[in-house]
C-alpha cells in the first residue's frame, strides 16, 4: 500500500511537449509510472517518444486523454498563466487526483481554483510543489528517484529539496518510505498536512510519519491538534525558518512570518505540545525516527 | 511587491474611492511648494517600505509652507527600519471625526479573500487583534461572485450608525474590493478610514501589496516598483532570477529550493554561527545564476565564508560545480568556498571541482560545520 498513487495510477502529463513535461515524463517512465497519455492543444495526434521506444499518445484536451486512456491522474507542467486553467479543464474531465507541479500561480487564481476542484470532488496537490512518489510503484512529478527506497515510513512537507534532505537521510539508514509528498508552498493549496496525515494513518503500510513544516500560516499547529486527536502512528516534525527574519518573504509565497503568527518557535512548541517528535536539525531526523519504528 | 502610500492612494482612487489630494516631493523644496498650493496646514509622511512611520518620526504637521520645508527637510534622509527616506507625501491635513480600519488579505486557512473591519482605526490592526479581537469584523469572500452588496452594507454597518455614512462606506468597500483584484494584490488596507465634520467618508491613508506572481500579467503594475526603496543587492538578485535577502551575519550561503535555504540558515545557527542571507537559486539552475549569486554575496562585506548547499533533483550538481569554477575565474572570491552537493550528477559535478583545485561533501551537516569553523578562525 500507499497514498495517493501507487501500480494502479493511470497518469496524464499536461504540458508533455514542454521543457520541463518532456524530461520528466522520460524520468517518471523510466521509474515505472503508467503514463498512459499527453496533452498539449494542438498537438493532438501526435505520440511522444518515451525511453526505451515506448510512445505516448498525445490529446489536445483532457477531456479526450480520458476518454481514450482512463486516465485517473494528471500532473501539470504548464507555465503560470495558464496553470489555473489547466487544472480546472482536469477537474472538470473527472480525474480522481490532479497534481499541479507549476511554480508561480497567483494565489487569486487560486482562490477561484480551489473551490471549483473541491465541488467536483477531485483531489489535487500543489501548486508549487514536487508531486509525489510511492518507492517501487509509482512516481509523479519530479522527486529524484534515486534518493527513496521502499519501508514503512510516510513523508509529508511544503517543500522541494528539503524534502528529499530528509528522505536522503532516511534513505541512507535503511529507513525507506511508503509515500512522499511535497504538498507545495504557496499560502493556498490543494491538499493540506491533515489530508495526508490522514491518509497515512489509514495506510496499513506505513509505521511512521515525517512531517517538515515552515513559517508562516497556522497549518502547522493544525496537523499538531490533529495528530493528538487522531494519530495512532508516532509523527516526527522539523520546523524550517527558525532564523527566518518577520515580514520578509523566504522564497516560498506561503513563507511569510506577518505579526505574532506563524513563527517557527510557536510551530515547534505546538508540535512539542502534541506529542509530535521535533527534530531540531535535519540529521536528528534519523534518531527520532528509528526511536519509534 | 509592496508598493508606495501615495501609489496604493492612486490605484484606490482610480477606482472611485474618495481620497484626499496629495503629491510627493523628493526635496524640501518641493515640499514648501506642494504645500503653499494646498494652503493651510498640510501632513509630511515619509514614503517607506515599513510600517511604524508614525512613530519613527516619518509623520510631521506642518503650518504653514515654510515650517512644511523643514519638516520634510528633517524626513527626507532619515532611516526608518533600515530603510532611507527619498520621497514624502504632502497633502492637506484632514479635520477627522472618527477613524476605522478596513482591510482585505488573502486568507490561508479559509483560502478566500477576506475583510477585516475594525471601528478601531489609525493603530496597527494586529495590535488590536491581540487586544480585542471581538472589535474586528470578518467577512469572507467568494471570489466567484466578489463582495456582495449585501456584504458590503452589513461590515459598513459593523463601523457605522449614521444610514448616510454606511452607504458611502459599503460603496467603498467595494470599490476596494475591485481595485484588490485589479492589482493582483494580496492585501489592501484603508488605515485610517476617516469621517471628517462635515459627516463625509475618506480613505486617508492606503497600503497596498502585490502578489509577486502576478507581475508578469500586470505590466503597469509592475512598473511600480521603485527599486531605490529597496537594497541594491535584492535588486541585482531579483533581475538574475535569484531570491535573496540580506541578513547580518557573516556566513554567506547558496542554496537551492526555499525549504532548505531556511533550514541552512538554520543549521548555521544551530551550529553557532550567523547566516549572512538567505538565497534560493532555485530549479533548472544554469551556471550564470551560480555566478550572480556568488557575485551579490561577495558586494556583502561581512562574508567570512560562503557555504553552498545543493541537493540535486531539477538543479543539476554538474551545472552548480561548471558554475562555481566559472566564477572563480571571473570575479574575485576573497573568502573560503565549502561545498556540498548531493544528487542528480552528483559525480561529474565532484570531477568538475577537483579539476580545479576545490572539493565538496555530501553532507550538509559537514558543510555548515565547516562553514562556521572557518568564520570563527577568521574572528
Keep these: ?293 | 511587491m509592496n508598493i508606495h502610500e501615495y501609489q496604493a492612494r492612486q490605484l484606490l482612487r482610480a477606482h472611485g474611492i474618495p481620497v484626499p489630494p496629495g503629491e510627493v516631493a523628493t526635496t524640501p523644496a518641493e515640499a514648501e511648494r506642494i504645500a503653499a498650493g494646498f494652503g493651510g496646514t498640510v501632513v509630511i509622511k515619509a514614503q517607506v517600505h515599513a510600517g511604524g512611520r508614525g512613530k519613527a518620526g516619518g509623520v510631521k504637521l506642518a503650518g504653514s509652507p515654510a515650517e512644511a520645508r523643514l519638516k520634510a527637510e528633517a524626513i527626507l534622509g532619515m532611516m526608518i527600519k533600515g530603510l532611507t527616506v527619498r520621497q514624502v507625501l504632502v497633502a492637506p491635513a484632514e479635520d477627522i471625526a472618527s477613524e476605522a480600519y478596513v482591510g482585505i488579505i488573502v486568507d490561508r486557512a479559509s483560502k478566500r479573500p477576506v475583510f477585516m473591519v475594525s471601528r478601531e482605526g489609525g493603530v496597527d490592526i494586529e495590535e488590536v487583534a491581540a487586544r480585542n479581537p471581538g472589535a474586528i469584523r470578518r467577512l469572507a469572500v467568494d471570489p466567484r461572485f466578489g463582495l456582495l452588496s449585501f456584504q458590503a452594507y452589513q461590515l459598513a454597518t459593523a463601523l457605522y450608525d449614521d444610514l448616510k455614512q454606511q452607504r458611502a462606506c459599503a460603496r467603498i468597500l467595494q470599490q476596494l474590493y475591485a481595485a484588490f483584484v485589479a492589482a493582483g494584490a494580496s492585501l489592501a488596507e484603508i488605515n485610517p478610514l476617516v469621517t471628517n465634520g462635515t459627516g463625509e467618508v475618506k480613505a486617508l491613508d492606503a497600503k497596498m501589496n502585490i502578489d509577486d506572481n502576478e507581475l508578469d500579467r500586470r505590466p503597469d503594475i509592475a512598473a511600480l516598483r521603485d527599486t531605490s526603496a529597496e537594497p541594491p543587492a535584492e535588486t541585482l538578485a531579483r533581475e538574475a532570477g535569484l531570491t535573496f535577502i540580506k541578513l547580518d551575519g557573516d556566513i554567506g550561503n547558496v542554496v537551492n529550493g526555499a525549504g532548505l535555504a531556511m533550514a541552512t540558515m538554520d543549521l548555521i545557527k544551530y551550529y553557532g554561527g550567523e547566516p549572512a542571507n538567505f538565497l534560493d537559486i532555485g530549479g533548472s539552475s544554469n551556471p550564470e545564476k551560480v555566478v550572480n549569486a556568488l557575485r551579490i554575496i561577495t558586494t556583502d562585506p561581512n562574508v567570512k565564508v560562503i557555504c553552498f548547499n545543493i541537493f540535486g533533483g531539477i538543479t543539476r550538481c554538474d551545472d552548480v560545480a561548471n558554475g562555481i569554477v566559472e566564477a572563480t575565474r571571473r570575479i574575485h572570491i576573497p573568502v573560503p568556498l565549502v561545498i556540498r552537493l548531493t544528487g542528480t550528477n552528483e559525480a561529474e559535478a565532484l570531477r568538475i571541482l577537483a579539476g580545479a583545485g576545490l572539493s565538496a561533501t555530501t553532507s550538509m551537516d559537514e558543510v555548515v560545520q565547516q562553514a562556521v569553523a572557518l568564520a570563527k578562525n577568521q574572528g
Design chain 1, 1 to 293: 500500500m500507499a497514498i495517493l498513487i501507487d501500480q494502479s495510477t493511470r497518469l496524464l502529463v499536461q504540458g508533455i511537449t514542454g521543457r520541463d513535461g518532456s524530461f520528466h515524463t522520460r524520468q517518471m517512465l523510466e521509474y515505472g509510472t503508467r503514463v498512459v497519455g499527453g496533452v498539449t492543444p494542438g498537438k493532438g495526434g501526435q505520440t511522444f517518444d518515451g525511453p526505451g521506444g515506448s510512445a505516448v499518445p498525445i490529446f489536445n484536451t483532457v477531456a479526450d486523454a480520458v476518454a481514450a486512456t482512463g486516465a485517473n491522474t494528471t500532473v501539470i507542467y504548464v507555465p503560470p498563466p495558464f496553470a489555473a486553467d489547466a487544472i480546472m479543464e482536469a477537474a472538470d474531465a473527472g480525474v480522481a487526483l490532479i497534481v499541479a507541479i507549476t511554480e508561480g500561480v497567483p494565489v487569486l487564481d487560486m482562490t477561484r481554483v480551489y473551490p471549483y476542484v473541491r465541488e467536483k470532488g477531485v483531489r489535487l496537490v500543489g501548486p508549487n510543489c514536487p508531486g509525489l512518489i510511492s518507492p517501487g510503484k509509482s512516481k509523479v512529478g519530479i522527486m529524484p528517484a534515486s534518493i527513496v527506497r521502499p519501508g514503512p515510513v510516510g513523508v509529508v512537507s511544503r517543500s522541494g529539496t528539503l524534502t528529499y534532505e530528509f528522505v536522503y537521510l532516511l534513505t541512507q539508514a535503511g529507513i525507506g518510505q511508503t509515500t512522499c509528498v511535497g504538498i507545495g508552498g504557496d499560502p493556498i493549496n490543494g491538499t493540506s498536512f491533515i489530508d495526508c496525515l490522514q491518509a497515512f494513518e489509514q495506510d496499513p503500510e506505513t509505521e511512521a510519519v515525517v512531517l517538515m513544516g515552515e513559517i508562516g500560516g497556522t497549518d502547522e499547529q493544525q496537523a499538531a491538534a490533529y495528530v493528538k486527536a487522531n494519530m495512532s502512528k508516532p509523527v516526527v516534525g522539523f520546523i524550517a525558518g527558525q532564523t527566518a527574519p518577520p515580514g520578509r518573504r523566504m522564497g516560498h509565497a506561503g513563507a511569510i512570518i506577518s505579526g505574532s503568527a506563524g513563527t517557527a518557535a510557536e510551530k515547534i512548541q505546538v508540535f512539542a505540545e502534541n506529542g509530535i517528535g521535533v527534530a531540531c536539525k535535519p540529521s536528528d531526523v534519523v534518531g527520532l525516527i528509528q526511536a519509534v519504528l
